[in-house]
């Protein structure tokens, strides 16, 4: 593995991207598109960056060069690779940063985890695999069978509650916490919150809407709450469009979990006549490449898809060399992109 060498002469630690990070004053993430050869770093800070790594000897293990890598995809990843390509984005990032460093991804989609994961094991005995990628897993009793395997797994975009395997996502409760933030920075009191809810990823996004409202004084903010069977915008145009029929139109703004369900909020605020961002603000997160094109274009919390792609490969051969530490969860900075779904709430431009 790559290694700094002491005062003297002996190895010390191995180098890891976030040394990188350190001596260059970047962040991960900045490092990792810049190593992978992405789009999005300014050419003084990638040159940088690559001479760093290149006086930290860092570089992938001849050992691990040419091995390789099994992704194992829940169908809840293909079903969200054919809905909203989030999926798409974090395999595209996977697989430039595999190119770049000579590791070869295998795909093994899973429809019934435990039933797959005898399977899986069987792979884990060859010694060409260098280990696993999980990606989008939240069955509990897979998870726990994956530790039998001897060999390192990472979860992609999901995490393991109790620790016992690494992860990578993005930071999805101080997510939603800076979207809700933004959106009471803009004079916005009652904000609805929109969502699926299962999988644990998604459910920080809902505890980071609930600390923003709670610390502005809504000791319950649950009346603000809802709830979808699925992740259609038609789903969530229709549960809009009832819940004003039901109880008038009781807040100024919508905060979403995800893409498809802040496109389904426009189209169930226009049908009830009310007029985004005029009347009611709308705010996603994700920032998908289309959402710059709706109508109104949208206002998000962007997730940096193609970045957790690379990250976890990089973690993943991290972890697979002899001086690998304990689990770790890397979660990802967001930020907001601002567009023309979001207004200062009408009783903030009234007094103006």
Not at 133 to 145: K, S
Not at 332 to 347: D, F, G, K, N, Y
Request: negative net charge; glycine residues 8%; aromatic residues 4%.
């Amino acid at each position: 593995m790559p290694t700094r060498t002491g005062k003297k002469g002996k190895p010390s630690r191995k180098v890891r991207l976030e040394d990188i990070a350190e001596r260059c004053g970047v962040s991960l993430s900045t490092v990792s598109r810049a190593l992978a050869g992405e789009k999005g770093v300014r050419p003084d800070i990638r040159s940088r960056i690559a001479e760093t790594a290149k006086s930290l000897n860092y570089s992938v293990p001849s050992s691990l060069a040419g091995r390789r890598v099994i992704l194992v995809a829940s169908s809840v990843a293909m079903i969200d690779y054919v809905r909203n390509q989030f999926t798409a984005q974090v395999l595209e990032g996977l697989h430039k940063r595999a190119e770049l460093l000579g590791v070869e991804i295998v795909t093994q989609p899973v429809s019934s985890a435990v039933q797959e994961m005898r399977v899986l094991q069987e792979a884990a005995g060859d010694d060409g695999v260098a280990g696993f990628l999980f990606l989008t897993l939240d069955d509990e009793e897979a998870l726990a069978m994956t530790r039998d395997f001897g060999k390192p797994v990472v979860l992609v975009n999901g995490d393991d509650p109790l620790m016992r395997l690494s992860s990578v996502t993005p930071c999805n409760r101080s997510a939603a916490r800076m979207g809700a933030d933004y959106l009471q920075g803009l004079g916005h009191e009652r904000i609805l919150f929109l969502m699926r809810r299962g999988r644990r990823t998604i459910e920080r996004r809902f505890e980071g809407w609930r600390d923003a409202l709670t610390l502005k004084g809504n000791a319950d903010p649950g009346d603000l709450f809802l709830e979808v069977e699925d992740w259609l915008p038609e789903l969530a145009a229709d549960a809009i469009e009832r819940r004003i029929s039901e109880r008038s139109l009781d807040f100024s703004a919508v905060l979403a979990a995800g893409e498809s369900l802040a496109v389904g909020a426009m189209m169930g605020l226009q049908r009830a006549g009310y007029r985004v961002p005029e009347d009611v603000s709308v705010m996603g997160m994700d920032d998908l490449p289309q959402a710059a094109f709706y109508n109104p274009p949208l206002t998000s919390v962007h997730i940096p898809m193609r970045e957790i792609g690379a990250a976890a490969l990089d973690l993943l051969l991290d972890s697979a060399g002899p001086l690998a530490g304990p689990a770790r969860r890397i979660e990802l900075a967001c930020h907001i992109v601002e567009r023309q779904s979001t207004a200062p709430a009408p009783e903030e431009r009234e007094t103006a």
